[in-house]
């Protein structure tokens, strides 16, 4: 019926006489035989990709899922449920410990079971990460044929590229002296900047990310560089914020490079910028880690460009997880009357007071804000599981059969995102949604949940390197700010917690979508002299490995 109503309409209207019937009739044998060859051109490659996929699978490999669209389907729910994707896949899946996503060019394996994850990790010459590492330093560093060929030539053995860089660099971001070093000249800096806001005599008005990005970024830099720090220029702090949120975009490599123009100029100027820090022997007066980095490099024979165009990979590493994390961590202290208080009560007892020179000098005892205040470091951790999406990473270098079940193919892609552990109700309660800042405080005879689905860090051969030094930066940070001032909501009103539907995924923590505009009311004694104690220090056992 509907049929007749259209056709005696197309009539009426290209022949109303009749006489351009025949043409009528030849525009709609055409339409449709054009239609015809669409849809079935779309079902044959529908049908011939189905095919492709399900032959090309081997028996042995994980289970496939999510094949309703060949190859698509995966990457649509990538959009669709975003930072959500993989807890949706772990709900929809729950009894496959590890599962296979199909996407064009490549496999990925996703782990689910906590039990897994040490399997995988203890693979690391087989399954690796350095590849990962070599891609970010091509096509986000943008570094020459000639220092990836050094890079690359290695990524297996102990005298590779990576793993003698670990290797080079670990014992200085390691507890000692030269760690201590670090986190002491950072917070001279922290210090010095609140100094300043209690010396104007009234409160400051901020908005919080900005804020806290930017003591965090001078703090980090000046500690690791020393007193050339390239990111004192003003102009290379802002070539850094144009260059930093592309970083993903960069590693996806699917758009042309003119489309990231502005920030491609901001990486160049900070790689010059960086060169000629390296070239004028800067990183002499620098901290021990970046001369142990620079020895690295130069004694591989990594050309001089490349050592500026690396310097900002190794400013993400510094400092793309860090800040965020910072952010967060202030919010969840001060959003929250009663961890405020607790907070506050536990570093207190890291203070002592003495008279120098006719002078209160207050000194904060760093080894009792990490041994000793419970809830600090609970509301630490708790920030690390509700808020951070961190997704480990590894490339099979050959097939390998993991324990002992399933085919992991020569090129695929193992995964272990954070979120499927730290929103699982089976290892956390029913209150995992919650963010519950003494969820860490042990009980005595209490269970602890399985260390290692604390994924904060990553774990493995990838535990993230610098965790010591962020992680006390971090926290003398916010110990400070509980000692020296009242953080509150600028206008008066409440706490509201920022979106985070944009963060990017580049990035191991989320990022508020939009900033808060705070108060900072210094406390009676804030205009105090205040400083650290690295005396005896110790750190943190947050992860399984550190435990």
């Not at 060949?70 to 896949?89: A, D, Q, R």
């Not at 260059?243 to 901001?266: C, D, E, G, Q």
Request: hydrophobic share 40%; with cysteine; proline share 6%.
């Amino acid at each position: 019926m509907l049929y007749t109503v259209v056709y005696t309409s197309i009539v009426e209207r290209h022949a109303p006489d009749g006489g351009g019937l025949d043409i009528v009739l030849t525009k709609l044998a055409t339409t449709h035989s054009t239609l015809a060859t669409a849809i079935g051109s779309l079902a044959a490659t529908y049908i011939f990709l189905y095919a492709f996929l399900r032959l090309t699978q081997d028996e042995k490999e994980p289970p496939l899922v999510s094949t309703a669209v060949p190859f698509l389907s995966p990457l649509i729910g990538m959009v669709k449920w975003s930072m959500g994707f993989y807890t949706h896949m772990r709900d929809k899946y729950r009894d496959l410990p590890i599962y296979t996503l199909r996407l064009p060019g490549i496999r990925l394996y996703i782990v689910n079971s906590t039990n897994l994850i040490p399997v995988v990790q203890r693979q690391w010459r087989t399954l690796l990460f350095p590849p990962v590492s070599a891609r970010a330093s091509e096509v986000a560093m943008g570094g020459s044929k000639e220092a990836l060929d050094i890079i690359r030539d290695d990524l297996v053995t102990d005298n590779g590229f990576m793993h003698a860089f670990i290797k080079a660099t670990q014992p200085a971001l390691s507890s000692g002296p030269a760690l201590d070093e670090l986190n002491g000249n950072a917070l001279k800096v922290i210090t010095s900047s609140l100094d300043e806001i209690v010396a104007q005599g009234r409160p400051k008005t901020a908005s919080m990310f900005d804020w806290i990005r930017h003591e965090f970024l001078m703090a980090t830099t000046d500690s690791v560089y020393g007193p050339h720090n390239p990111l004192r220029n003003p102009d290379n702090e802002a070539a850094w914020h144009r260059y930093h949120p592309t970083i993903m975009f960069l590693m996806l490599n699917v758009l042309p490079l003119w489309a990231f123009r502005s920030a491609i100029k901001a990486r160049d100027q900070l790689a010059k910028a960086f060169r000629d820090y390296h070239i004028n022997g800067h990183y002499a007066q620098g901290s021990i880690y970046i001369q142990r980095w620079t020895e690295h490099f130069v004694s591989r024979g990594i050309p001089t460009d490349d050592i500026g165009r690396f310097h900002n990979g190794g400013m993400f590493a510094l400092v793309a997880n860090t800040i965020p994390t910072a952010f967060w961590m202030v919010y969840r202290v001060f959003s929250d009357p009663s961890v405020t208080e607790d907070c506050r009560n536990e570093v207190l007892k890291a203070v002592t007071v003495k008279e120098e020179d006719g002078v209160q000098v207050c000194t904060v005892r760093a080894r009792t804000i990490k041994d000793s205040c419970p809830t600090l470091i609970s509301t630490f951790q708790e920030v690390f599981r509700v808020h951070g999406m961190a997704n480990s990473v590894r490339l099979a270098n050959e097939d390998h059969l993991l324990d002992g079940k399933y085919l992991i193919k020569k090129g695929g892609m193992v995964m272990m995102p954070a979120r499927v552990q730290h929103l699982s109700k089976d290892i956390w309660g029913e209150d995992v949604e919650v963010f519950n800042a003494r969820r860490f405080i042990r009980k005595p005879g209490e269970p602890r949940p399985n260390p290692v689905a604390f994924r904060g860090f990553g774990g493995g051969t990838t535990l993230c390197p610098g965790r010591h030094f962020a992680t006390t930066e971090i926290l003398l940070f916010t110990a400070m700010l509980l000692l020296r001032f009242d953080v509150l909501p600028a206008d008066g009103g409440e706490w509201v917690m920022p979106t985070t539907e944009k963060s990017s995924q580049a990035e191991a923590m989320e990022q508020p979508d939009h900033d808060i505009e705070i108060e900072l009311r210094p406390l009676e004694g804030a205009d105090r002299k205040w400083r650290v104690s690295f005396d005896g220090t110790g750190e943190a056992a947050l992860v399984a490995e550190d435990l």
